[in-house]
């Protein structure tokens, strides 16, 4: 039997907000999770109550820092507010090169993707509008792990695939 | 991060700069907490990986579920199932940590692009795989041809740092013997 956590560990930065609790939710039977919030109490109440739903205690953790969680794991989320991406995206750069970088923003959010500021990583754009998920990245391999992340969500997905 | 890569590489190569800045773009870096798997059997080995700290552990199961340690990497060393990571062909190994590590790793199609894009580093390569080689072929000739205790004494020789740092059980598998076989020589090489 494979191990939880075996080449799957996916770092959700922003883990409090909305988008990012639903996304744990979602995703924790697949994955292992390491969840990055400022307030850590709250993310707290999030991993006992994912830890409750997938019986699996050790299939997520709270971390308090996003350039460790991102080190140690081979997909990042970043579904914190839009404002606060580009910080963070700088303070990840040096531990992301070639990983697979999730940026959330919703559809009334002004959002500039972070590739830029992450030249070697493979960003892909995730707008939540409602019931559905644009997603928009230029490297296929990790369009499709954006793809297959997001197929245990609820939201329908709509596939573009230039970063704007 | 890269500090002990490129101090590895800079032994046997000369990078500039720019060589420094390009080659870092190839490389994953990635933390891996004791115990925890990179590799395990079935699966394709998908990353050639450098130990920038920490220690891994390749090895075999048998149909019984005994470990069989292939090989054992540490600051410095590089690890793969070479095959399975050349040939896309499912492993028989499993890699895991046995301490906290830090590694770099690279995919193949990586590997590919930067032999191309930093022709230096398809001669590190090539010095890496001639030691390699080397090595294999010593390897054999310890398991085949010498005692028990001669294979302990010539691993204690040539790397100190594998018996102060791996479990006794994990040594005795990687030489063949039984753990309680490798006590006994260990204590007759003590009391002598």
């Known amino acids: 039997m494979k191990n939880i956590g075996y080449n799957n560990s996916v770092a959700i930065i922003g883990a409090n907000s909305n988008v990012g609790a639903q996304f744990a939710m979602a995703i924790a039977k697949a994955y292992r999770l390491l969840l990055i ?61 070639c ?28 707008i939540i509008n409602h019931s559905t998920a644009m997603v928009q990245g230029e490297d296929a391999d990790a369009l499709q792990l954006a793809l297959q992340l997001l197929s245990f969500t609820h939201w329908t997905l709509i596939e573009k695939s230039k970063l704007t | 991060m890269f500090n002990v890569l490129l101090a590895h590489i800079q032994e046997k190569v000369n990078l500039s700069v720019g060589d420094v800045d390009l080659l870092k773009s190839f490389f994953i870096p990635k933390k891996l907490r004791k115990r925890q798997y990179i590799l ?9 990986m450098f130990v920038e700290k920490g220690l891994l552990r390749m090895y075999h199961v048998d149909d019984k579920g005994a470990e069989h340690m292939i090989q054992f990497a540490w600051e410095g060393w590089w690890m793969a199932d070479t095959y399975s990571f050349l040939s896309g062909d499912i492993s028989q190994y499993n890699i895991d940590a046995i301490e906290d590590a830090e590694l770099l790793m690279i995919t193949l199609p990586n590997f590919e692009a930067m032999l191309l894009q930093l022709p230096v580093m398809e001669r590190y390569f090539r010095i890496l795989f001639q030691n390699n080689i080397i090595s294999k072929e010593r390897r054999l000739i310890n398991t085949i041809s010498y005692s028990a205790e001669e294979k302990y004494k010539r691993l204690v020789a040539t790397h100190p740092e594998m018996i102060q740092r791996i479990p006794q059980n994990l040594i005795a598998s990687y030489l063949g013997l039984t753990p309680e076989t490798l006590s006994r020589i260990r204590k007759k090489l003590m009391q002598s």
């Not at chain 1, 919030?37 to 109550?49: H, I, N, P, V, Y």
């Not at chain 1, 990983?99 to 995730?126: C, R, W």
């Open chain 2, 40 to 48: 395990q059997e079935g699966d394709v080995c998908k990353y050639l």
């Open chain 1, 99 to 126: 990983k697979t970088i999730l940026q959330i923003s919703n559809a009334n959010d002004e959002s500039v993707s972070i590739q830029n500021i992450l030249p070697y990583s493979h960003v892909i754009k995730v």
């Open chain 1, 37 to 97: 919030d400022s307030d850590e109490m709250q993310t707290s109440l999030l991993a006992t109550k994912i830890k409750h739903k997938t019986q699996l205690p050790s299939a997520v953790e709270v971390v308090s820092c996003s350039k460790d969680a991102s080190w140690e794991a081979d997909i990042i989320i970043l579904a914190s507010p839009t404002h606060t991406q580009p910080s963070i995206a700088k303070k990840i750069a040096e531990v992301t090169t």
